[in-house]
């Protein structure tokens, strides 16, 4: 019946508008609330189907709430750091509990602050949850972020220690963290990249040096000089060795092929006092144990050389170019005139220029004199030749003689089989004992190389070890290139005269040995260098490698440390190591930044390094990334947490809990993780809000106008009423 049909259309009526009004209401009540949706109320016809062409069925309204979910609300700026808000689609990822939640929701109100335990927790009670940020490892399965130029990863330590490197698209427990700013603490930062930028004269002369002092961090924060020393050894080349920095065990330099051949190592001591007499140290050279004692008496005067045997030779007055003579498994080749040709002695300014055995002679005992010490080391036909000529790669035509009349023998007896020095400490100063304990650590080293046959590097250095000029250490050079033949090192029974520990490196550690691909070579000076330059003065190789046979333009630098920092060792901290340091040294053929070699005097043109000392935490800023980033009082800034944002295909159907936040349903879809900014997801704003969308103008409005419908609605009923009430009084 009609009549029937109207009252219950106004009732529907009635309800219709009461859940507009109910949203109304949740709207005008959140107008200053964070992050809050403003929903809407729509309506929809109810229909009762017409089955007479004379009479009309009423059917009513029905109400359809609608979420507006996906509307952007305007950005306020704040003045707390932590205040975050989204420009564009998504969600920040919040749970319940900060640690193991059970499981996650969705929000738009990112007014976070510190709760007593230092998690971030919005005004709803929600945790904020992410992917913690540290240093990149090298591991080829960790989700990698580049910022400023440093590559990190999304991982972190988990309860046993180990790095967990985190799947960046799921949503659990053991792939998002929560953000606590309390266990930031102090910080510091080892130096994983170094790059240096110079002008080397092109000017000098062959043998020129010039240093570069470059200042690192380790993993505790201490600073050292790793101190670069650039050698030239032709017009275009140039080599460059490193000394250990105070406080290391070693280092080492490795190429930038995937292989990472070490082309040069060493170690070092430092001391801190006079080692008593009775104690001893040992160096393990190419399998050989050298002993060093420290004693209350001088050691022997006696000159040691390899006896020469089945490696000596004779030689007559007279020779051809490009002759050679073996001393001592050593082959020494002699200089005549003047030429382009690079060799290995310069006997320029003999007296005799007949006498092949005196030049040869005199060759050997200035390269046994540099590397050995001065001494009488080599007789020709019974005479004491005294050399001051320095072996060195000069220009010059080659030539030597078949062996026929003289004969070079060692001056005293063989190197002694015990391989045991004494360094006598009574009434001396540290000083002075490193100076004799240096000059037979250096001794040792040139016996060795030359014992062993491994040669000697196409520009040989002067010394093999000896005394840190200016510093109370000694340093000693690797040589081998057998893998299982590293200088192993123990000096941890050194004790002065009160029992405390003589030397910094109170342990045993091991220099590692050089690659057998970049071996020392015992004749030639023609080998690859480690900086060849073009005639433009830019890089044309770097270890001999140029753009198109090097794997990577950057060099590393490994560097173990004896007070107790991590070890530079391209290895994780959970194994006692950190990412060694990637020397840039500029690109090949360019001369935009790195080595050229120009015109005028050496210049330092810049060095810059990422390491940091120890700085207590100041705060936190949040990049439109949404990578936080920690800030300390020493002014350095580090990337510790990323915030990622959630995306949905259908976000309006989300369903709303209390607290501001959504949750997924099936309307809604799954959640997509994304790094903000990317994949359409929107940016962070730091130190922001997003307000309410409600337009407080526009609710009014639609109150009026619900109300006024309302009010229509139950015209409806009671108009209905009195229709009714009519027909009941016909029967009256």
């Not at 020779?319 to 320029?348: C, M, P, Q, Y």
């Not at 800023?621 to 800034?637: L, M, P, S, Y």
């Not at 799954?670 to 609710?699: F, H, N, Q, W, Y």
Request: net charge negative.
């Amino acid at each position: 019946m009609s009549l029937y049909g109207a009252l219950f259309a106004g009732v529907s009526g009635l309800a219709a508008q009461s859940s507009a009004m109910g949203a109304i209401s949740d709207n005008v009540t959140n107008v200053n609330t964070i992050g809050y949706k403003g929903s809407k109320v729509n309506f929809q016809t109810l229909v009762t189907k017409q089955v007479s062409t004379t009479a009309y069925s009423a059917g009513g309204v029905q109400s359809r709430p609608r979420a507006g979910v996906d509307v952007q609300g305007l950005l306020q700026a704040t003045t707390s750091s932590t205040d975050v808000g989204i420009s564009g689609s998504g969600f920040f990822i919040v749970s319940e509990q900060a640690t193991s939640p059970v499981g996650y929701a969705y929000s738009r109100a990112g007014s976070f602050k510190v709760d007593k335990d230092g998690y971030l927790q919005n005004v709803g009670g929600s945790y904020l949850q992410g992917w913690p940020l540290d240093n990149w490892d090298g591991t080829a399965t960790a989700s990698i972020v580049n910022k400023d130029g440093s590559v990190y990863m999304k991982s972190y330590k988990n309860a046993a220690g180990e790095t967990y490197y985190m799947n960046d698209n799921a949503v659990d427990s053991v792939n998002l963290q929560p953000l606590n700013l309390t266990n930031i603490g102090g910080t510091a930062r080892a130096t994983s990249t170094l790059g240096v930028a110079a002008n080397l004269p092109s000017g000098a002369l062959v043998g020129a040096t010039e240093k570069t002092n470059a200042l690192i961090y380790d993993s505790l924060g201490n600073a050292h000089n790793l101190n670069y020393t650039w050698s030239k050894r032709a017009s275009n080349s140039w080599d460059y060795e490193v000394m250990p920095p105070a406080g290391s065990t070693y280092v080492a330099l490795d190429d930038q092929t995937s292989a990472r051949q070490t082309s040069f190592a060493a170690g070092r001591l430092d001391f801190n006092s006079v080692p008593k007499a009775g104690t001893n140290m040992t160096l393990k050279l190419g399998g050989q144990d050298y002993t060093f004692n420290f004693v209350n008496t001088d050691d022997s005067n006696n000159n040691y050389l390899q006896n020469g045997g089945t490696n000596a030779s004779t030689v007559g007055t007279t020779g051809a170019a490009g002759d050679t003579v073996v001393i001592g498994g050593v082959t020494f080749t002699l200089v005549s005139g003047a030429a382009s040709n690079t060799t290995e002695i310069d006997i320029t300014g003999v007296t005799a220029a007949t006498d092949l055995a005196s030049r040869v002679a005199q060759a050997a005992e200035s390269y046994f004199d540099t590397r050995l010490g001065a001494g009488n080391w080599v007789k020709a036909n019974g005479a004491v030749i005294q050399s001051s000529l320095p072996l060195t790669a000069v220009t010059g035509t080659t030539f030597g003689a078949p062996a026929t009349d003289a004969t070079i023998n060692d001056n005293a007896t063989n190197f002694p089989g015990d391989r045991v020095f004494n360094i006598n400490v009574t009434a001396k100063s540290l000083s002075q004992v490193l100076d004799q304990l240096g000059a037979q650590v250096n001794t040792a080293f040139a016996f060795e190389s030359i014992n062993g046959g491994y040669g000697l590097p196409p520009s040989p250095p002067s010394n093999l070890g000896g005394r840190v000029a200016g510093e109370n250490a000694i340093w000693f050079r690797q040589f081998s290139s057998n893998s299982s033949q590293g200088i192993e090192v123990n000096a941890s029974g050194l004790t002065d005269v009160n029992g405390a520990k003589s030397v910094q490196q109170n342990v045993t550690y091991t220099v590692p040995p050089l690659s057998s691909n970049v071996a020392w070579n015992r004749t030639s000076v023609t080998g690859n260098n480690a900086l060849k330059f073009n005639g433009d003065g830019t890089i044309d190789k770097i270890h001999g490698y140029d753009e198109t046979s090097a794997n990577d333009p950057r060099l590393r630098v490994r560097i173990g440390w004896s007070n107790g920092a991590l070890n530079m060792d391209g290895s994780t901290v959970t194994s006692g190591g950190s990412p060694a340091i990637s020397l840039f040294l500029g690109n090949y053929n360019s001369s935009a930044g790195g080595m050229q070699q120009k015109a005028g005097d050496y210049q330092l043109t810049s060095l810059t390094q990422n390491g940091n000392k120890f700085g207590n935490f100041a705060g936190v800023t949040i990049g439109e990334d949404g990578i936080v980033i920690a800030r300390f009082d020493n002014g350095v800034t580090t990337p510790i947490f990323m915030i990622p944002v959630a995306t949905f295909v259908n976000p309006n159907g989300m369903s709303s809990s209390t607290g501001n936040v959504f949750n997924q349903t099936s309307l809604s879809g799954l959640p997509t993780v994304r790094e903000a900014g990317s994949g359409g997801s929107g940016k962070i704003a730091g130190g922001s809000l997003e307000s309410s969308t409600v337009d407080l103008g526009e609710e009014f409005t639609n109150m009026i106008t619900t109300q006024r419908a309302y009010s229509a609605a139950a015209k409806i009923i009671t108009t209905s009423d009195q229709m009714l009430e009519e027909l009941v009084n016909i029967k009256r």
